[in-house]
Structures are given as structure tokens and as C-alpha cells.
């Protein structure tokens, strides 16, 4: 479902569906809240009663007997209110608890492919500001929409009950107030929508800031970072500003007008019973039509109130629903099999791929995998390769072609068996703010110390670990700040290997990791893990050394296959970039002597 499919009444109808199973905390909390209304114009009715039947007759019997109805209503109507309040904001806050669940579960089945049009902090506002939209609107809006109504019938009904010539001056002042409250939530909405919009930008220029740092200072661009962001400040503050002088319009406007109105009944009536035209209209009951009068205040506030709680709930609901009800675009077929790892052959089968259905990123790859063998993909930056293999766990799927995992197409298989098999040290490392044994034992949370410590190992990383001030305990600082780049990868490289998976890749895992560290590791892995499969990707020719197979993409293509001898022997890419490397480093080499 799309964006554009989700009208005014199709956001009610999730919002309905999606608050069903706390439906009886809604139905007490309105159910209260009718109490409520209905006890505050009780209170008028007590009124009118007291100045017709102790005032005016000069009767003393009853004195006391309105004045304590009166305090006793009241006293219910706070105990109404409170529950109208807790039921209402309890309900609210259920629904939001699940549907926060299924928006973290649904964002996280997401292919890359639908995160990397979004930016985190578009996302980030996505859950956060338009959560607390619904919820607002759940557990304040909608009830208060409700009451509104609740208002103007029961007012219109006690003042057909007590003399219907007033109906005129009732039925005049609604449009005039509909209008007022039309026109508050018409002109607001659009502001709103603007103003969650600059909200979004504004917290993902945070987020971006925060990460980019040390990037920021070492430019020593300060000033101008700071100087964008208090731009987009200012543009979302006079947005803010905006609806707010529109707000303190209109309503002080339909508060005039209501006073103008109660003003009109006191003298209608005042002159109808002074000529005595109606019978029967007494004091009180003039009394209690002007205070009806004066109360409709209440509703039109309130009513204004519900138009912009269901534009804004509009808004935030239709982003909302259509990420939770969007297709998952990597999802396991109606008849998917568990995947059967025999041995780990991988075949790319004809396998072409593209983000946006015109350049093709991958181009008409064919190529096989064997049993137990370290193949290195190499290629320059942009060359495809990280694309590639993101394709084998489905991270992407081919637009054309297919991929076999031991002959079984990995499309018919069930996306979480297919996870599992494969370990993949992704480029960017990935580290939780959580201890270093948490973040090794990420894929297998009940794995021995012992398991741990040999993981760790293997990926040379247990020096340093044993350094650090806690050992395994040592907690990670945000984003693995308080570690190197190697150390990083090698941690990553250790929660790989925990897992034993079958399949293993490393894309560009060891770019940061010196030559001797790096050489130790890839001889340690490719001993320990006889009978797996390994693809390691690399722009450095030095982590190609262990491979048996060696594959060179460029720009989506395979140019070059084989071994280091063949590929040694074709004069060809592979060579050039041999000799280049083997300069620079010569140079290199001869640099540091002087
Ligand atoms: N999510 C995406 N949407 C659109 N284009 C993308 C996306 N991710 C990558 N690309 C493009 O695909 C091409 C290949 O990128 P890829 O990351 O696979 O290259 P790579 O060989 O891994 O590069 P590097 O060595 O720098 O990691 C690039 O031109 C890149 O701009
Ligand atoms: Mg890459």
C-alpha cells in the first residue's frame, strides 16, 4: 500500500484495527468521559433549578439541597475526568507498545535496497514523531472529536426541551462555528506537514553531525555546519510559530462569538418573559439556556482541536501503515525449503542486477564457487563487488539470473536458512554499544568462554582484547569508538567465525589491519576452516595470496579467472595491477628507508 492509497478513512480504519485489543480501555475511557460532559451541564441544570425553586419563590425548604447536589456532581466529574484520562492515555499507549514492535520488525526485513533510499534520521522520525502523532491522536484527539459531538447534541436537545424558539439562535451559531474550526484545522494541516518535514531534516543533520565529527573539525568547518543547522532551526521554529498565532486567533475569535450569542438569548428571553409571550419559560431556565450557551465554547475548541489531530494523524498514520502494510521485497516463497548445505558450491547463474532498472551494477555474471575453496574477488572501488555478494544472503535479489547454493536456486529456499549458513563480515564494521563477549557472541548468545577465547583468537584479536581495561568485559563505546579500525574488523571477524557458518565472506575485512596481522589471519582461517567455503573481497592483492581461485570484476563484469599463475600468464588486468601494486610498494619501501 502506498502512500497516496491511504485517505482520510483508510488511516481511521488502521488506526481502528490497530487499537482493537485494547478496545475496552477506549470504551471506559469514553464511556467517562460522556459521564463527564454530561454531569458538567448537569451542573447548569442544578443551577436553573436552584434560582427556580429556592431563589425566586423565596423558598428556604430546599436551600441546601442544590448546593450539595451541586458539590457532589462536581466531585464525580473530577473522578470521570480521571478516569476518561487514565483509560484513554492507557489504551493510547498499548497500541502505540505494538505498533512500535511491528514498525522495528518490519524495518529490520526490509531489503538494503528500501533502508538506502531513507536516511536513519528520516527513519528514526519515522518511528519516534509519528508514533507519539497516533498516540495523541488515540488517546486526546479522537475522544475529544467524540465529545464535541456529545456537546452539541445534548445542548440542542435540553434547549428543544425547554423552549424551542431558541433552536434558532443554536442552529444559527453552529455553521459560524464549524466554519471557525474548518478553518483552523484547514490552515493549519499544510503548516503541519511542513513543519514534521523540517523536523525529519532537522534530526537527520543532527544525526549526521554527530557521526561525521571528527570529519567536521578536522576540516575545521564548525561554523558553517553550525550555521546550516541553525537555518534549518529557524525554518522549523517559525513553522511552530506559525500555527500557534493561528490557534490564539481563532479560538479567542469563537469565544466572542459564543459570548455574542448568550448575550442574544439573555435578551430574547428576557423580553419573552417580561411580555409573558411564552408561558412557562422561568428564570432559571433563561439562567440555564445562556450558561448552554457560553458552554458551546467548549466543544468548538474542541472540535478545532480534532480537525488538526486528524490531519495531523492523516499525515503521520499514512507513513506509518504504508511502511508496516509495504511488500516485504525479500520474502520467502509460498513453497520454500529449508536450505540443505551438502558441501557449499555457489553458482551465479547469468545474474544481472540493477538499483534503478538502468544501469546495470552487475552485468551477466557466471561463475562457480567450489566446495572448500578461498575465491577473492577483486576490483577497483565502485566495481560492483560488495554488490555482488550481498546478493548470495539475499540482501538483493538478481533482477536477471539466478544463484544456486548446491544446486538448490536460493530463491526457492527459506530466507532465515539461507541467513544462517552464510557468515558475512560486512565492509562497514558494525560494533553494539554492549562488552566485547556480547558483540563476539552476537550469532550464538549461549556460546562457552572457551568458544569465545578460540574465535578471538582465530581472528588474531585476543591480544588486545586482554588488554583492554575490562578484558571481555570491556563495553564498546559508541559506534566502537574507543577501538582502531583493525581491532574493529577483527572483532567482527571473530563473531563470524563463532558461528561456523559453511559459507564464509569477508568483504574488504582486512583494509585495516597491517600485512602481518593480516597474512597470520587468512593462513589461520583458511587452515581451521577446511570444507568451507570463503570469498574474500579485496581492492589489496595482498589478502589474494591464500586464494585458489580469483575472480576480477570491473564495472559489473567479470573480466578475469584463475588462479594467481594463470591469471599471471594472460598478461592481462590482473598483471597490470600487479606490477602497479609491486611499484608502489617498492617506492613505498624505498620512501620509508630514506
Ligand atoms: N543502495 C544503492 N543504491 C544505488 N546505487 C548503489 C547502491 N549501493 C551501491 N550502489 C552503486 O553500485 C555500484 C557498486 O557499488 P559497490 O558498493 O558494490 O562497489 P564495491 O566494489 O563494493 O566498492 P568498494 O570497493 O568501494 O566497496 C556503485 O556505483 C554504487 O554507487
Ligand atoms: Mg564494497
Known amino acids: 500500500m502506498s502512500e497516496a492509497d491511504l485517505g482520510v478513512l483508510k488511516v481511521q480504519k488502521e488506526l481502528f484495527k490497530s487499537s482493537r485489543k485494547e478496545a475496552p480501555f477506549y470504551i471506559l475511557g469514553i464511556g467517562a468521559m460522556f459521564a463527564g460532559t454530561q454531569l458538567s451541564l448537569l451542573t447548569s441544570i442544578i443551577f436553573g433549578r436552584f434560582v427556580d425553586e429556592v431563589i425566586v419563590p423565596k423558598d428556604a425548604s430546599r436551600f441546601w439541597l442544590y448546593p ?8 464525580l466529574l473530577s473522578f470521570m475526568n480521571y478516569c476518561n484520562r487514565y483509560f484513554n492515555d492507557k489504551g493510547g499507549y498499548r497500541t502505540i507498545y505494538r505498533l512500535r514492535d511491528q514498525m522495528f520488525k518490519k524495518i529490520q526485513s526490509q531489503s538494503l535496497n528500501y533502508l538506502s533510499t531513507e536516511t536513519p534520521g528520516q527513519v528514526l522520525a519515522k518511528t519516534t514523531s509519528d508514533l507519539d502523532v497516533i498516540r ?26 425547554i423552549e424551542k424558539q431558541f433552536l434558532l439562535v443554536y442552529f444559527t451559531l453552529l455553521p459560524i462555528l464549524f466554519i471557525i474550526s474548518a478553518y483552523y484545522g484547514r490552515t493549519v494541516r499544510p503548516i503541519i506537514k511542513l513543519r514534521r518535514e523540517e523536523f525529519g531534516k532537522m534530526s537527520s543533520d543532527i544525526q549526521e553531525k554527530v557521526e561525521g565529527i571528527e570529519v567536521i573539525k ?59 409571550t411564552v408561558a412557562g419559560l422561568t428564570v432559571g431556565e433563561l439562567i440555564l ?33 504504508s511502511l508496516l502494510h509495504s511488500e516485504e521485497d525479500i520474502k ?50 565502485r566495481s560492483g563487488k560488495s554488490t555482488l555478494i550481498q546478493h548470495i544472503p539475499r540482501f538483493y535479489d538478481p533482477t536477471e539470473g539466478r544463484i544456486l547454493i548446491d544446486g538448490q536456486d536460493i530463491k526457492q529456499v527459506t530466507v532465515d536458512t539461507l541467513r544462517k549458513s552464510i557468515g558475512i563480515v560486512t565492509q562497514e564494521t558494525f560494533l553494539f554499544s554492549r562488552s566485547v563477549r556480547d558483540n563476539i557472541a552476537f550469532g550464538k548468545p549461549d556460546a562457552t568462554d572457551e568458544e569465545i577465547k578460540e574465535a578471538a583468537r582465530l581472528a588474531r584479536a585476543d591480544e588486545f582484547i586482554e588488554r583492554l581495561p575490562q578484558g571481555y568485559d570491556t563495553i564498546i563505546g559508541e559506534r566502537g569508538i574507543t577501538l582502531s579500525g583493525g581491532q574493529q574488523q577483527r572483532l567482527a571477524i571473530a ?19 597491517d600485512a602481518k596481522t593480516e597474512y597470520e589471519l587468512h593462513k589461520e582461517i583458511s587452515g581451521l576452516l577446511e570444507g568451507r ?41 590482473y598483471k597490470e595491477i600487479v606490477q602497479t601494486q609491486t611499484t608502489f610498494q617498492l617506492e613505498k619501501e624505498a620512501i620509508a628507508k630514506e
Open 218 to 276: 578536522a576540516f575545521g568547518a564548525e561554523d558553517i555546519e553550525t550555521e546550516t543547522f541553525r537555518q534549518k532551526a529557524q525554518n522549523y521554529l517559525d513553522l511552530y510559530l506559525k500555527t500557534v498565532i493561528i490557534r490564539n486567533l481563532s479560538i479567542p475569535l469563537a469565544v466572542f462569538i459564543v459570548s455574542a450569542a448568550s448575550v442574544l438569548v439573555v435578551i430574547q428571553g428576557g423580553i419573552l418573559i417580561i411580555n409573558g
Open 68 to 75: 450539595i447536589l451541586f458539590l457532589l456532581a462536581t466531585l
Open 332 to 381: 520467502d516463497e509460498p513453497d520454500a525449503k529449508p536450505l540443505i548445505i551438502q558441501e557449499g558450491t555457489i553458482t551465479f547463474d547469468d545474474v544481472s542486477f540493477s538499483f534503478d532498472g538502468r544501469i546495470k551494477i552487475l552485468d551477466n555474471l557466471n561463475f562457480t564457487i567450489e566446495v572448500g575453496k578461498t575465491v577473492a574477488i577483486l576490483g577497483s572501488s
Open 289 to 321: 439556556l445562556n450558561l448552554f450557551m457560553l458552554q458551546l465554547r467548549t466543544p468548538t475548541r474542541l472540535f478545532g482541536n480534532f480537525i488538526v489531530g486528524i490531519n495531523s494523524v492523516t499525515i503521520s498514520g499514512r507513513r506509518v501503515f
Open 533 to 573: 567455503t570463503i570469498l574474500i573481497v579485496t581492492q589489496k592483492l595482498s589478502s589474494v595470496r591464500f586464494a585458489e581461485k580469483i575472480i576480477v570484476l570491473d564495472e559489473g563484469e567479470i573480466i578475469e579467472e584463475g588462479t594467481h599463475e594463470q591469471l599471471m600468464e594472460n598478461r592481462g588486468i
Open 136 to 161: 495523541s491522536y488515540l488517546s486526546r484527539n479522537f475522544r475529544v472529536g467524540l465529545n464535541a459531538l456529545y456537546y452539541y447534541i445534548s445542548i440542542g436537545l435540553t434547549i428543544y426541551f
Open 495 to 513: 563473531r563470524c567465525l563463532l558461528v561456523r557458518p559453511k559459507i564464509l565472506i569477508f568483504d574488504d575485512s582486512t583494509s585495516s589491519i
